[in-house]
């Protein structure tokens, strides 16, 4: 199944934290792909698409970061009105639910990607597949 | 001219307040040994016999009782009648979350009523007034027990208990009470409702207070005589000895009369248990000599305070306790509640995965009482989404503030981060004593 590894971290809401955990990736010569932060009032969960999770992983565990591998779908739009709307029908009309999204530039091509997180990877990836959208795998981001 | 509510007592001499003492200790240690087990097993094995007390001298001879031993003899096990002469319970919060429970005899709420309507009358109550009760009534001893010793005294008694405040204000303005009693933070609380509302203290007719159950500064004092234009009194006195009105403060405002021919104090070393000398500061103990259900014998209360012998310019006799301290266990008092942070840590290891590492940091916001447990997230916790980082919280928050008993903030913080001393962590913040 064509799903890529996202690397959460959790963020306590205080000056220096953001900057610490990007310092342990820059030492770690880890290339950050796509981000985003999810904040609340106390706390925050900065997630993130690298080139090399399993390392980034291990240095932020090093460091005593509390991280997290989840297995999202990477989805390939058409930069266009409606691209992501299909995605969305589709997800809808089978049931699943999101949790959360975010956008990325893919830098082989300039096109459009969407990491998505949603309720049934399994169901979703065969469903959308379906539907002619293209997933994107841990490889094909990894070059990217 | 000071009034009492029983001259013969309040003012009688030392010799014979002694004397009095010394023959209701006989008398309650003997019942003591012949009808509670725990108390005999401990004079036993300490080699005392109940003929060994003869006089307040005696009495270092008794093996202390603690806590724990409440604990250990949950629910009645320390009850001195049968269950059947027992006309009401009372209970206060413990560190396990298991609770204290005492009882007392038809007996001895006329004591306990008795030792309340003297606190009243010092702070200059009569039959004329009205009495605002802001106490919560239940199984905590503060409502029920001021209002019966109000009654005693003849006041027009106003059992408001806890809460909704602006209608406790249009209460007191519309009712016309004369005096207060509730804890002091409440007390300041209240006052700036007040204000808010557009009600000055020239629109009430309070005139007094009592105030206690949780440790409040003289800055409080001034501001709460200030705000409500009233005198505000201390008062003293814990579930396990018989409730407010062991020790109430007279119109000197300068430690507070402990009603010695109900109850025997001492001030001891808290690591020795050694008895100092009076005048000395140690941890306080209570005897008590005149309750039938639940007489507690050297009851070691943590609280740490003086005793002054002196004559005092009310004309009472009664020994004064400054008012204490500081507290010998860790125990915070939050809101008027009894809180041990090993409850909450018992709370998070009951929970599962969360990691036993915690902070409590204590504070007084607008003079309330706040409490904010930051606790350190594990590994096992954590989730790439925020509903059920959010879930976690709401299921800690609610398993916290159903053992305390009061409503606490809970934030997750980052593992290790929570400072350790020679790994432990520092347990309490407690922000309020800064601001004392």
Redesign the interface.
């Known amino acids: 199944m064509p799903l890529i590894k996202?690397i959460?971290i959790?963020?306590?809401n205080k000056p220096g934290?953001l900057k610490a955990m990007t310092h342990i990736l820059k030492d770690n010569d880890i290339d950050i792909l796509a981000i985003s932060i999810?904040d609340?009032k106390?706390?925050g969960?900065l997630?993130l698409i690298v080139n090399d999770p399993d390392k980034a992983c291990k240095a932020l565990k090093d460091a005593?970061?509390?991280?997290?591998l989840?297995d999202v779908l990477a989805i390939k739009l058409e930069d266009k009105p409606g691209g992501l709307s299909v995605v969305m029908d589709t997800l809808f009309d089978n049931q699943i639910s999101v949790?959360?999204m975010y956008a990325f530039f893919s830098k082989q091509d300039g096109q459009a990607a969407v990491i998505l997180?949603v309720d049934d990877n399994e169901k979703a990836a065969q469903v959308l597949e379906k539907a002619g959208v293209s997933l994107l795998t841990g490889e094909i981001i990894g070059k990217m | 001219m000071e009034k009492y509510w029983n001259e013969s007592m309040e003012c009688a001499t030392h010799n014979e307040m002694r004397s009095l003492q010394s023959f209701r200790l006989s008398q309650t240690v003997r019942r003591v040994y012949e009808n509670v087990k725990p108390y005999r097993e401990k004079m036993d094995a300490a080699g005392v016999k109940p003929e060994d007390i003869k006089s307040v001298d005696d009495l270092y001879k008794l093996p202390f009782t603690m806590k724990q031993d409440l604990r250990d003899n949950y629910p009645y096990g320390l009850f001195a009648v049968p269950m059947e002469e027992v006309v009401r319970l009372h209970a206060s919060s413990g560190t396990t979350g298991k609770q204290i429970v005492v009882g007392y005899t038809e007996n001895d709420l006329e004591v306990w009523k008795e030792c309340c309507a003297r606190a009243l009358t010092a702070a200059g109550a009569t039959k004329h007034d009205f009495m605002h009760v802001s106490y919560g009534y239940g199984l905590f001893t503060g409502g029920f027990g001021i209002h019966n010793g109000a009654e005693k005294v003849g006041m027009t008694v106003i059992p408001v208990s806890t809460g909704n405040t602006k209608r406790q204000i249009n209460i007191i303005k519309d009712f016309g009470s004369t005096f207060l009693c509730c804890t002091p933070s409440y007390a300041l609380y209240l006052a700036e409702t007040m204000e808010e509302m557009g009600i000055t203290k020239d629109d009430i007719k309070l005139k007094g207070g009592l105030f206690g159950a949780e440790p409040w500064t003289e800055e409080m004092r001034q501001e709460i005589q200030n705000k409500l234009g009233i005198k505000a009194m201390d008062i003293y006195g814990l579930t396990e000895v018989i409730g407010p009105g062991v020790a109430f403060e007279c119109c000197e405002q300068n430690g507070m009369h402990i009603n010695e021919d109900h109850f025997i104090v001492e001030t001891i070393d808290p690591d020795t248990g050694e008895v100092l000398p009076e005048g000395s500061q140690g941890e306080i103990v209570f005897t008590c000599i005149t309750k039938e259900a639940f007489p507690v014998i050297r009851y070691r209360t943590r609280d740490i305070g003086v005793l002054k012998r002196e004559k005092c310019s009310c004309g009472r006799n009664l020994v004064k306790m400054m008012k204490p301290k500081g507290r010998t266990d860790d125990m915070l008092i939050i809101r008027g509640v009894n809180v041990f942070p090993s409850q909450i840590e018992s709370v998070l290891l009951q929970l599962g995965n969360t990691a036993p590492y915690y902070q409590l940091i204590v504070d007084r916001v607008n003079n309330t009482d706040t409490l904010e447990i930051q606790v350190e997230?594990s590994?096992e916790m954590?989730?790439?989404?925020?509903?059920s980082?959010?879930d976690s919280e709401k299921l800690i928050k609610s398993a916290i503030d159903s053992t305390l008993g009061i409503s606490a903030s809970i934030?997750?913080?980052?593992?290790?981060?929570i400072p350790r001393v020679e790994g432990k962590a520092v347990r309490v913040i407690d922000n309020r004593r800064k601001k004392q």
């Open positions: 996202q959460s959790f963020v306590e934290r999810a609340t106390d706390f969960i997630r005593e970061c509390t991280v997290k989840t949790e959360y997180r | 997230l590994p954590f989730s790439d989404t925020v509903k980082l959010e934030r997750l913080v980052e593992p290790k981060t």
